[in-house]
């Protein structure tokens, strides 16, 4: 008898499972894991500037876990966001910092200057959230003739012996929330007199190096009133 010939059927070996592709908001999550790293000193700055160039280089899950894996969650471990000692064990850039569902879909822009300079300015749609990094180098984002397309966009900046500066019109809402060590971290707040004006909060972390938000004189929003009034109707 012919074994070989009458064998039975041989098993299929599995197709390997494809990398996970990362969205925006996952490097956003390990940006934020980093910035907060670096604050706490478990980073210097060399080593931060670092692994922020491989979060913005990351195409895949895979190659963010890495850059956080010696890093707690948030300082705050599982059992801040909940989780029990059973659960099972979750990357720590899965779970700090997760966007608010409500919020809707996060749309970023990675503004990088690495001994460089980076400029987003003129016409141009700016999303919920952009990041801005500048190591030995400059990042410029002028919304003066910027497009809102959501009422609330926020700019997480982090500054590394470097200089970001961001210019907003004068009749919309401008907030922000940061530190400067051996730095500097000055944002001009602005209160919008229309209750519906789009506003853009910056949130920044600087060290030697300088990150400052504020209004251009005589720069407005020209159809704001027409802006509001067709998202209202719509």
């Known amino acids: 008898m012919d074994l070989e010939k009458h064998a039975g059927p041989q098993p299929v070996k599995p197709l390997e499972a494809a990398p996970l592709r990362a969205s925006d908001a996952d490097r956003d999550r390990v940006a934020d894991i980093l910035r907060e790293a ?17 979060v913005y280089r990351a195409k895949t899950m895979g190659e963010l876990e890495p850059l956080v894996r010696d890093l707690p969650a948030a300082a705050g ?41 980076s400029t987003r300015k003129g016409r141009w749609r700016i999303g919920r959230r952009t990041n801005a990094f500048a190591l030995f180098g400059s990042v410029e984002i002028d919304l003066t003739e910027a ?6 966009s ?49 949130n920044g972390y600087s060290v030697f190096g300088n990150i400052e938000a504020k209004p251009k004189r005589g720069k407005r929003i020209a159809d704001l009133h027409d802006r509001l009034r067709k998202r209202l109707d719509s």
Do not use: K
């Not at 497009?147 to 609330?152: C, D, M, N, S, V």
């Not at 809402?173 to 530190?179: D, E, I, P, V, Y």
């Open 38 to 54: 670096l604050a706490e000193g478990r980073l210097d700055a060399e080593e931060h500037a670092e692994r922020i160039d491989g």
């Open 77 to 117: 471990g599982a059992h801040r966001f909940g989780a029990s000692s059973s659960a099972s064990p979750t990357p720590a850039y899965a779970t700090a910092h997760a966007p608010d569902e409500a919020a809707g879909p996060v749309a970023a822009e990675n503004l990088v200057a690495v001994f460089s300079s």
């Open 147 to 152: 497009y809102f397309e959501q009422r609330l």
């Open 154 to 202: 926020v700019i997480n900046a982090t500054s590394i012996f470097g200089n970001i500066e961001v210019r907003v019109p004068e009749n919309l809402t401008l907030r922000g929330s940061g530190t400067g060590v051996f730095g500097n971290f000055e944002v001009d707040t602005l209160e919008a007199e229309h209750p519906e004006a789009p506003v853009v909060v910056v």
